[in-house]
C-alpha cells in the first residue's frame, strides 16, 4: 500500500506545480510580474523537472532584466527537454540580450532545425537581428526575408531588414 500513497503523493506535487504554474500565468495576463514569479519559482520548487515552469521562470526573469538568472532558468529548461525548440528560442533571446551574437545564433539555428518549433517567423526574424549584430549583412538579409515570407505582418523583421539594407 505504501507504494500506492507515494504515487499519490507525487500525483499531488504534479498537479500542485501545474497549479502554480497557471497562477503564475494568469499573473502575467494581469501584468503583475512580481506574484507571477512567486508563483513559477513555486511551480520549479514543487516539479523541477518540468522544463515548461523553468522556461517560462527565465523568460519572465529575462523581462525584469535578471539576465543571468533567466539563462540559468532557460539553459535548465534545455537540459530537461533538449527537444524543446521554443525553449532555444528563449536562450537565444535571452543571450541577444546579453550581446552574446554569436551563442545566440546557434541557439536559433538549433531550434529552426527541431520540428517543435512554433514560431518560425519570430525565430528567423531574430536570427536576422543577431546576425547583423554580428555584420554578416547577406545572412541576416535572407533571414528577415524568410521571416517576412512566413508572416507578412511581421513589422518588425520589415523595420530590421531596414537596417540591413542602409547597414
Given at each position: ?31 503583475q510580474p512580481v506574484p507571477a514569479l512567486v508563483a513559477f519559482r513555486e511551480a520549479v520548487t514543487v516539479n523541477p523537472t518540468e522544463p ?116
Amino acid at each position: 500500500m505504501t507504494f500506492g500513497c507515494a504515487t499519490s503523493n507525487v500525483q499531488v506535487e504534479k498537479i500542485r506545480a501545474q497549479a502554480a504554474y497557471e497562477r503564475g500565468l494568469s499573473y502575467l495576463n494581469d501584468k503583475q510580474p512580481v506574484p507571477a514569479l512567486v508563483a513559477f519559482r513555486e511551480a520549479v520548487t514543487v516539479n523541477p523537472t518540468e522544463p515548461r515552469y523553468r522556461d517560462s521562470l527565465g523568460l519572465l526573469l529575462l523581462d525584469l532584466g535578471q539576465i543571468p538568472q533567466a539563462l540559468a532558468e532557460l539553459k535548465k529548461a534545455l537540459e530537461l527537454d533538449p527537444r524543446f525548440a521554443d525553449g532555444y528560442f528563449h536562450l537565444g533571446v535571452a543571450l541577444a540580450e546579453s550581446r552574446s551574437w554569436e551563442d545566440a545564433v546557434k541557439s536559433y539555428h538549433t531550434a529552426i532545425g527541431l520540428p517543435t518549433l512554433t514560431v518560425p517567423d519570430l525565430v528567423h526574424s531574430s536570427l536576422g537581428m543577431a546576425l547583423y549584430n554580428l555584420k554578416r549583412y547577406r545572412e541576416a538579409e535572407t533571414a528577415l526575408r524568410y521571416a517576412i515570407s512566413l508572416n507578412p505582418e511581421l513589422q518588425a523583421a520589415y523595420y530590421h531588414l531596414g537596417l540591413v539594407l542602409v547597414g
